[in-house]
């Protein structure tokens, strides 16, 4: 008898070392502190610095210096030396607490001791970004700082007089505007309880419960390995919020799943990839960027996850629709009854659908993101035990307990770094400077100034996190977008949207790049598979750019109508990348259907461009069905019928 489709691969077994017991030790002091804020708020130079230094330590002991031309003995010397450093850091934000919060900004003097520290957590970010995500970022960091001191030499609009140290020194880590502000605030008040949430539900097994839902729900209809791990990757991604990590622990089962039914293992990679990237634009819970967005836009959470409903599910329904026209093309089989019976039964599991809906309900009732996520944490400890098969024993807790705060850690050290790029951008007014410059370049078109911010995004998204490249184009794009006459909430979720899938954008892919290794196939036909797949939600943001209504902003009946005009818009544009209706679509046939379908995704719902542009595209789909029916073309088989 085969092996259940849904075992996943035995995790290695991890020697301890008393590096790891101590992480286990402060990661249980950063669940405690955080639990504490919730119900007693603190100042925020205190909570602030306490949660970054829990952050840095955590860091640092989880991922040691690796490098093997250093012996071991210097190497732990290093890692001791940092961690030290970071509780140094501590102790000057705890004594002086006083004197920080209550001087005043460019008036009060800046002491030496407040270079030191201030030169030293720097120092201590540029190191933990770099163990967390790796250079590209420290790349982005130094350039910003090398802007900060000697911004005088550069020519032109860009040109500026350049900080001395002790403006540096207090622009980026003494006030709630640097390291210590926007980004670090959101990791302490949102992202951390969302992150929580999603170990203690991955611990319990709701990830492989939307797996098997997923393969129970889709596994026998056309495409359905490819179907199955769309819908399991997005509702696992929309809790995990990080599109490489999704990748590693859902893809090990749903790439060898899509290859076993014929799929090429570039293409299982690169559905998989998208699958997963897309994930942080799928409310509820979306990604760490969006809770970033809530904070800049001072909105509360449930209203940005209410605006994101209706492109995320244009996106999936899209992706969904081009993988199905995709194995009929090329003759894909679903999965047998057989098959999808190997999965464990879902009923005796369903219950630990619970949590989430708990988490979904209390936002929708208004209660705060961290309150939410936490009482649904709560629940993954008890709703386990309504049956016999689902108990959860101290190896899952721990579990839990182990993967919440190192997972916060790599997030909260380095989007606290980009406070950096923050503070220097603002305070230079290189923000401003960008955004005329960018609007210069456009000469004033609203579409070319788009489509260079969009190009920005993407290139900027190469090789840094989400959460990093949101930040950053939020920064330098925002302000351009915003002087087109653009709202905040349709600028941001415009750039958040190209920042996301940069990801799978070639030539440096992030998620593409995990997905390969994972299905052990080509780096480079994964990223192009995935970034043909991502074709289908690429243009989606100029939609909500030009009608606000699908952003949820406006009536229902508005809102309704702009759903609907999108969902067939995007369809349309899926059909030309499938390449099927009823019989395979040849290139001519492909590319009117295509740009008829860009133009109804970009123009106004409604207008005559909108109109025209889905009356052409559906009567040439509709005419090529009928033909194929009539010729009696037969249909790809489906051998589970």
């Not at 610095?49 to 002991?61: G, R, Y």
């Not at 509780?87 to 934000?93: D, F, I, P």
């Not at 619970?354 to 649904?376: C, K, N």
């Not at 943001?541 to 969902?567: E, I, K, M, R, T």
Request: net charge neutral; with cysteine; charged share 10%.
């Amino acid at each position: 008898m085969s092996a259940p489709l849904t075992d996943l691969p035995a995790e290695p077994v991890v020697r301890r070392s008393p590096a790891l017991m101590v992480a286990f030790v402060v990661g249980l002091g950063l669940i405690g502190f955080q639990l504490w804020l919730l119900f007693s708020p603190q100042q925020p130079l205190v909570e602030r610095p306490v949660h970054l230094v829990f952050a840095l330590v955590l860091l640092f002991l989880y991922k040691p210096l690796t490098t093997p031309r250093l012996p071991r003995w210097l190497r732990l010397g290093i890692d001791g030396l940092l961690v030290a450093g970071s509780l140094a850091v501590l102790g000057y934000y705890i004594t002086g607490f006083e004197r920080l919060t209550t001087r005043m900004e460019n008036v009060s003097p800046v002491f030496t001791l407040d270079i030191v520290s201030g030169a030293l957590l720097v120092g201590l970010l540029l190191e933990g970004a770099r163990r967390a995500v790796g250079m590209v970022l420290v790349y982005v960091l130094a350039v910003f700082i090398a802007y900060a001191f000697w911004g005088n030499v550069l020519p032109g609009s860009l040109q500026f007089r350049g900080f001395g140290i002790e403006a540096a020194t207090e622009i980026t880590t003494m006030t709630t505007a640097g390291v210590l502000g926007v980004t670090t605030s959101t990791s302490v008040s949102f992202v951390f309880y969302f992150i929580l949430f999603g170990a203690f539900y991955a611990a319990v097994g709701g990830g492989q419960l939307f797996i098997d839902l997923a393969i129970r729900a889709a596994g026998r209809a056309t495409g359905g390995t490819a179907k199955a791990a769309i819908i399991g990757s997005s509702l696992m991604g929309s809790i995990s919020g990080s599109a490489v990590a999704n990748v590693v622990s859902t893809g090990v089962f749903t790439i060898p799943l899509m290859r076993r039914t014929g799929v090429p293992a570039h293409r299982a990679a690169g559905i998989e990839a998208i699958a997963s990237t897309g994930g942080q634009l799928m409310p509820p819970i979306m990604g760490v960027a969006a809770f970033i967005m809530a904070e800049l836009l001072g909105m509360p959470y449930a209203q940005i996850a209410l605006a994101g409903l209706i492109p995320a599910v244009a996106f999936y329904l899209a992706l969904l629709l081009v993988v199905d026209l995709m194995a009929r093309r090329d003759g894909i089989r679903p999965l047998t009854a057989e098959e999808v019976a190997e999965t464990d039964s879902i009923l005796p599991r369903l219950h630990l659908i619970v949590p989430p809906l708990i988490l979904i309900g209390l936002l929708i009732s208004g209660y705060s993101a961290a309150y939410s996520a936490v009482i649904a944490s709560a629940a993954c400890l008890v709703v386990p035990f309504a049956r016999r098969q689902t108990w959860i024993t101290w190896t899952n807790v721990k579990e839990a307990l182990v993967d919440a705060p190192r997972q916060a850690a790599e997030v909260a050290v380095p989007i606290a770094s980009i406070g950096i790029v923050i503070a220097v951008a603002v305070q230079s007014n290189l923000a401003l400077k960008f955004a005329g410059s960018l609007l210069s370049l456009s000469e004033g078109s609203i579409y070319a100034s788009l489509m260079l911010a969009m190009v920005g995004c993407i290139v900027m998204g190469m090789g840094l996190p989400t959460v990093a490249a949101y930040i950053i184009g939020a920064v330098l794009f925002v302000p351009a977008i915003e002087d087109l006459g653009i709202s905040s909430l349709a600028a941001h979720f415009f750039i958040f949207y190209y920042c996301v899938l940069s990801m799978v954008t070639p030539p440096v892919a992030l998620a593409s790049f995990a997905a390969a290794g994972v299905g052990k196939t080509s780096a480079v036909k994964t990223s192009i598979s995935a970034f043909g797949l991502s074709l289908v939600a690429f243009f989606v943001p100029f939609a909500f750019v030009f009608d606000p209504c699908v952003l949820a902003q406006g009536s229902a009946g508005q809102v309704v109508f702009a759903a609907l005009s999108l969902l067939v818009s995007t369809a349309l544009w899926a059909v030309a990348f499938g390449g099927w209706a009823g019989r395979p679509l040849g290139w001519g046939t492909r590319l009117p259907i295509g740009i008829s379908g860009l133009v109804a995704v970009i123009a106004p719902s409604g207008s005559v461009p909108w109109i025209a542009a889905l009356a052409l595209g559906w009567a040439l789909v509709v005419a090529v069905a009928l033909l194929a029916r009539r010729n009696g073309d037969d249909p790809i088989p489906n051998p589970a019928e």
